[in-house]
């Protein structure tokens, strides 16, 4: 996994510490498991500035593996990862759906 | 079954008191992150793509049905029902949490189990022949050996914090089911006319970016020097490794850079001046580890057993198993079993909390209370008796477990891949079930005979794809999954690494690609010549011509 | 800068040492550590102070290569540039056991409480760390150990010998 640079239309995805659970930084700087309540970065300054506050968090020793991902607004109008490893992190191993804690937070996709 | 005493249980114990302190640590935020990542992973646990995972020991593979019952139950509480047999023996949890993992580790320790080293840069579990104490074929049941030195290798204070991951096998069978030689160290043990008792030594083997089949650096050890020369490689490596980059930093690439040669000459001159202080302790400590060794005491029987005669004649079924999953036991009227974890198009390796459950059940009621866990993903009851297989048969069938693939096409080695995996590049799992249902069809499968499909998600190789008769490698070609196809690799007493064929193939065109490398073969094979016999003899040209066409 | 004897506990009695660069004159007074360089070149400087002088070297130097100044050094310090690199631990291993050097070695750099018993049994006898809630944490983590597979370099009895009701060779000689 190559880290991306800072740009525009990224999200910034962690663990949760204590659960391991893939999380998404939000607007209001907390974490979602949820990647469509995430913010969706404006330019590279605001990603910067994203990273900035998971950072903080990282140093608070909330989340672990904080990064850079590639996100897009889908036809709904919420934001989701591009890449397909994102996806996967986000809805669960493809073979295992059923099973993830993902499907108990979005057990309609 | 090599039963702890009160030191044993002690040292887990306080192991775990000593990870809950680091837990805390982390929380306070006295330990960074990358600190943490080490401690922890030197106790089992990763952050994966979802969620930590656990990596439970098993060392040599051997557990019993007890251990058996609280690997579902951790299943059970601590995971999602199920957990994921890897391919050095060990079991892994997809989904605990770490505020839950100091529980979950003493609950591993009440039976006698641990995570600890099973991953970070040291010496990893100590694997071993999954027939051990069960196969005629071997010299001495090599597990008390694994014992001693998963003992010495035990939070060594010297060798805790190597340049990279460092593995070690054992096996005392002619017939080698460990990859012995694609091992950090690989040590075969056998009884020498003139030397008496001694182990081949084989060092710097090895998967990943850069295989090896490993050199011998000694045709024979005597079995009391084995610590001492452990000492003497692990030394050398941990002072000379390279630390510099991941990639180069196994002892493979030390081995190979130096030359086996002078990498003999830096580990015998650190051999001989240990030697003569070395002790005879470990000679003494063998022989208390074999007395508590349970050892299973097996019944005076007759070779053959009329009631399984019966069931073999009778059901077809049973009789395809018998013939595909079974191996001969060292004592009459009784046979090895293994249980196939590759039901078709199943995940390989993943077992549920119930299977596991049958299992140690079964274990316990026909099979002398042993169970094994093999690098191949599939378990074994090593002693079971004739009369008894055919309800230990039924039962599997009934719960999923008795699929009757073992080392055919569908008994595929895949890693857990992008599905699971923080460092894959592509998908495993669901490139291991479609082969898997494409060979399903009874028959073809059976014609085939033996072929073995391994497949990684990364060059890590932990699906050991380069000792493949078929090896499927996942890449990432900018943000898609690809796979490259490699034929000839073979993981036993002849190893040999894969040939790449030639580019690689999408998730679709992968599972053709095998096809047709299977159909290639089916055409040219000689009397009952295995795949890789036929690929042996005639070399990649064929099958690169079926499958890229003459260009 | 705290310091720590591994054995004893405590670092009360322990002498503080200046790193001093290769080009910095010597202090009049005061123990000193100094390169092996610096060592090579001012021996008879270091030798005419009324103070301890020691060695600062880094994990990854070879101990052959200090083996004709041990009788010199009050201490040798051993530098950890990276809590990952375990190289340290095999100089100390081998300056006690190779070329019997009997005096004080020190552990300095990126040390964290995970290393404490490592470093003990390897031949460390004291640690230097940043600050006192990490040698709070060394302290905590030497008491909580009571069991050792390895023959190492400490004095207390490995599970071997307890099982076996002996001692080992290599610490009877
Ligand atoms: S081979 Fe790569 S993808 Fe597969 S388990 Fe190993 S590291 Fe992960």
């Known amino acids: ?109 | 079954m090599y039963r702890y005493d009160d030191y044993d249980q002690t040292l887990v114990n306080q192991r775990i008191a000593d990870f809950r302190d680091a837990v805390a640590r982390r929380l306070s935020g006295h330990l960074s992150e990358e600190e943490f990542k080490l401690i922890r992973q030197m106790n089992g646990v990763y952050l994966q793509l979802h969620a930590y995972m656990l990596r439970v020991a098993i060392p040599y593979g051997s557990l019993d049905s007890r251990q058996m019952h609280k690997l579902a139950h951790i299943a059970r509480i601590y995971d999602k029902g199920y957990g994921h047999f890897t391919t050095r023996q060990n079991i892994q949890y997809n989904w605990p949490s770490l505020r839950e993992m100091p529980d979950l580790l003493q609950e591993l320790a009440a039976v006698q189990m641990h995570a600890i080293q099973t991953s970070g840069n040291l010496i990893r579990n100590v694997t071993a022949d999954q027939y051990a104490g069960a196969t005629a074929e071997e010299v001495d049941d090599p597990r008390p050996y694994a014992e001693l030195i998963r003992q010495w290798s035990t939070l060594h204070p010297e060798f805790s914090f190597l340049p990279r991951k460092f593995k070690i096998a054992v096996t005392a069978s002619a017939t080698d089911r460990t990859a012995v030689k694609f091992h950090d160290i690989g040590l075969i043990l056998h009884d020498d006319p003139e030397q008496g008792r001694g182990f081949e030594v084989i060092v710097g083997g090895g998967m990943g970016r850069t295989p090896f089949v490993g050199p011998s650096l000694r045709d024979h050890l005597p079995e009391a020097q084995i610590l001492t020369y452990l000492e003497a490689v692990l030394r050398t490596y941990n002072e000379l490794g390279r630390r510099d980059n991941a990639y180069k930093a196994r002892i493979k690439i030390l081995v190979h850079e130096l030359g086996a040669e002078a990498f003999r000459t830096l580990v015998e001159d650190e051999f001989a001046k240990l030697l003569p202080q070395a002790d005879d302790l470990p000679q003494a400590e063998l022989l208390r580890i074999r007395e508590r060794f349970i050892v299973p005491e097996l019944d005076a029987l007759p070779a053959r057993d009329p009631g399984f005669d019966a069931a073999y004649e009778k059901d077809e079924d049973f009789r395809q198993w018998v013939k595909v999953n079974s191996a001969p036991h060292k004592v009459a009227g009784y046979i090895i079993a293994n249980i196939s974890l590759k039901p078709y198009g199943g995940i390989p390796g993943d077992i549920s909390a119930d299977q596991m459950d049958l299992v140690a059940d079964l274990a316990e009621r026909y099979g002398h209370d042993e169970i094994r866990a093999t690098h191949a993903q599939n378990l074994v009851l090593p002693h079971v008796k004739l009369r008894d297989l055919y309800d230990i048969w039924q039962a599997l069938s009934v719960a999923g477990l008795g699929t009757a693939n073992l080392d055919r096409a569908s008994d595929i080695i895949a890693c857990p891949g992008l599905d699971y995996c923080v460092l894959a590049n592509a998908r495993s799992i669901p490139i291991a079930q479609e082969i898997s249902k494409r060979f399903a069809a009874k028959g073809r499968e059976d014609l085939v005979g033996e072929l073995k499909i391994k497949i990684s998600g990364c060059i890590n190789a932990c699906g050991h794809h380069h000792a493949g008769h078929i090896g499927i490698l996942g890449v990432d070609r900018k943000g898609e999954e690809m796979y490259q196809l490699t034929l000839g690799g073979s993981g036993d007493e002849q190893a040999s690494i894969g040939q790449i064929t030639g580019r690689g193939f999408d998730e679709a065109g992968i599972v053709d690609a095998v096809d047709t490398v299977v159909e290639t073969y089916l055409g040219h094979r000689e009397d009952h010549e295995t795949f890789l016999e036929t690929y042996r003899r005639l070399g990649p040209a064929p099958f690169k011509e079926a499958l890229y066409g003459t260009a | 800068m705290e310091r720590l004897d591994l054995r004893k506990l405590t670092g009360a009695h322990l002498k503080p040492y200046r790193s001093i660069d290769d080009e910095a004159p010597l202090p009049d007074e005061g123990g000193v550590l100094v390169s092996l360089a610096r060592l090579k070149r001012d021996r008879a400087a270091l030798a005419a102070r009324k103070s301890p002088y020691g060695l600062l070297v880094n994990g990854d130097e070879k101990a052959a290569h200090l083996a004709p100044h041990l009788e010199d050094l009050a201490v040798i310090a051993i530098n950890f540039g990276k809590f990952s690199d375990g190289r340290g631990f095999s100089l100390a291993h081998r300056l006690r056991e190779d070329h019997g050097f009997s005096g004080e070695i020190r552990a300095t750099g990126a040390l964290i409480a995970d290393h404490a018993e490592f470093l003990l049994r390897s031949g460390v006898s004291s640690v230097e760390l940043a600050d006192p809630i990490i040698t709070a944490q060394f302290i905590k983590r030497l008491k909580l150990y009571s069991v050792w597979y390895q023959d190492a370099h400490d004095a207390r009895p490995t599970a071997l010998e307890l099982r076996h009701g002996r001692t080992r060779k290599r610490l009877a000689s």
């Not at chain 1, 903080?56 to 996100?71: G, K, M, P, W, Y």
Request: hydrophobic letters at 40%; a negative charge; charged letters at 25%.
């Open chain 1, 1 to 109: 996994m190559a880290d991306l640079k800072p740009a525009s239309s990224q999200m910034i995805s962690a663990n949760d510490l204590w659960t391991g659970q893939v999380v998404f930084l939000t607007r209001a700087a907390s974490w979602t498991t949820d990647p469509a309540r995430a913010a969706l970065s404006e330019s590279a300054e605001d990603s910067e500035a994203l990273l900035g506050l998971a950072a903080q968090s990282n140093a608070r020793a909330e989340v672990e593996l904080v990064h850079l991902i590639a996100a897009s607004l889908r036809d709904d109008g919420t934001p989701w990862p591009s890449r397909n490893r994102e996806d996967i992190r986000a809805l669960g191993p493809t073979v295992r759906r059923d099973l993830g804690y993902q499907a108990e937070v979005r057990p309609t996709l």
